[in-house]
């Protein structure tokens, strides 16, 4: 069992995501995180088990190398495409209950905005994380979170914007999400931002990264 979990969670380093993928190199040929995951759940792993002991801690290890500038935004899609591919099969047992997840996550780009490269990776990583993830895409305004919030009570939210321009509009967002749930952990990133934007608009946290965004909800429901 726990020899399949840690191949499961080296698939996911390396991203590795399924048999015909050639990449990386010298894992050519082999079953991916795809296939392995299939045979873990057909082999009486619980999707729990391949949750926390095969894909969360695979991809800390990834958010936290990303962290330190050892691997780079393609390495970080790859494992997330890898993660991705595993999480495929956990997905019905989630929907059926057999499985939790921490909680839910609401995420979009700021109005105006259309860059969604960096939301998309925290979108993709969070989820790794073992979070359930709600992407509103891109230009979401205020009334879209706040409908989300309606809709997954007790949800976080995400805001990400990469222009100086549209990082302007997270603080109405911010202003409007507070004024109606003042509880709602508002979390804020992009190239732009920084911590003292952060506690200028009033939102809860600011990461530079995707891992510190799952550090930080982790940190809300432990
Ligand atoms: Co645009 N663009 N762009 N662009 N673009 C920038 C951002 C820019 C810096 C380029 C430049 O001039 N050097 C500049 C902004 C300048 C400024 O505001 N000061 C710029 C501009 C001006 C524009 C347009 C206005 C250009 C024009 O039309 N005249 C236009 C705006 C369109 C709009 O949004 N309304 C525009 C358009 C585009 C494209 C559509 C062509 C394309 C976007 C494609 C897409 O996203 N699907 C694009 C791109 C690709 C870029 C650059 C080259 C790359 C951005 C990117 O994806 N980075 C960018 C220049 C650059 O950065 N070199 C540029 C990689 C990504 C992984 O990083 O998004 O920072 P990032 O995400 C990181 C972190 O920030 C963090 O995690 C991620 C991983 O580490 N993070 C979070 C992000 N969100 C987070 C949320 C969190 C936590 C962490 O919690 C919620």
């Known amino acids: ?19 015909i993928s050639p990449y990386p190199p ?10 392995l995951s299939k045979t873990a759940l057909d082999g009486g792993i619980s999707p729990t088990q391949l949750l926390d002991e095969g894909l969360v801690p695979a991809m800390e290890v990834v958010g ?16 997330a495409k890898a993660m991705s591919a595993a999480m495929k099969h956990l997905r019905p047992y989630f929907q059926s209950g057999a499985a939790k997840r921490k909680g839910v996550f609401v995420i979009g780009t700021v109005c105006g905005d259309l860059h969604d490269i960096g939301k ?20 979401v305004k205020a009334e ?26 997270m ?5 409007d ?13 992009g190239a732009p931002l920084n911590e003292e934007f952060c ?4 939102a809860d946290f600011y990461s530079p990264d995707p891992q510190g965004a799952v550090s930080y909800l982790n940190s809300t429901v432990s």
């Open 64 to 79: 936290n190398k990303f962290s330190r500038n050892e691997i780079f935004v393609p390495q970080m899609l790859m494992s």
């Open 171 to 175: 603080k109405s967002i911010v202003f």
């Open 199 to 202: 506690a200028k608009i009033g």
């Open 26 to 35: 010298d894992m050519k040929g082999q079953d991916g995180a795809d296939e």
């Open 144 to 169: 879209q979170f706040i409908e989300a919030i309606e809709k997954y009570p007790g949800c976080s939210i995400g805001l990400s914007a990469l222009l100086t321009t549209t990082m302007e509009n």
């Open 120 to 139: 998309n990776l925290v979108a993709m990583i969070v989820e790794g994380g073992g979070w359930e993830v709600v992407d509103l895409g891109v230009d």
């Open 1 to 19: 069992m726990e020899v399949i979990l840690k191949k499961i969670s080296k698939c996911v380093e390396a991203g590795k995501i399924d048999k």
């Open 177 to 189: 999400v507070k004024e109606k749930y003042s509880k709602t952990q508002i979390l804020v990133g």
